[in-house]
């Protein structure tokens, strides 16, 4: 069971030394192993060698993106007119876009488990 960091100000009569110490306390639901005193809960998925590379990356992608806004002005105030409908309905097409690994992972691993499924009662009922 994990346990994390409480700052210690219980009732009088607990087997505390004195108010305001720290102590270890249980906490349920938490995946043993997991440091609930790391900043970052994903640092198993997200080694801390790799923060420079995935930190660069979302920059330089940042960046891509920063520079598309003069042409979308542009294309607004020039042949737009004005009326950023088009471009509005350009850039929410590009945000749903997002929306498709997520869930390609979701119905790949109801895919997967579907099979794993038949595959367990295949080899129950042989």
């Not at 108010?19 to 640092?43: E, F, H």
């Not at 869930?103 to 042989?126: G, M, N, P």
Request: with cysteine; hydrophobic share 40%; proline share 9%.
């Amino acid at each position: 069971m994990a346990s994390r960091l409480s700052f210690g100000l219980g009732p009088a009569g607990s087997r505390e030394e004195r108010p305001g110490t720290l102590r270890q306390v249980p906490t349920p639901g938490l995946a043993p192993g997991w440091d609930p005193s790391s900043a970052v809960p994903g640092d198993v998925t997200f080694p801390s060698s790799h923060f420079g590379k995935l930190y660069g990356l979302a920059m330089s992608l940042s960046a891509s993106f920063s520079l598309l806004q003069y042409p979308c002005f542009a294309l607004v105030n020039g042949a737009l007119g004005g009326d950023p409908l088009y471009v509005n309905i350009g850039l929410t097409l590009l945000s749903l876009l997002a929306f498709i690994h997520p869930l390609y992972v979701y119905f790949h691993c109801r895919k997967v488990a579907s099979q794993r499924d038949k595959s367990k009662t295949i080899t129950f009922s042989s």
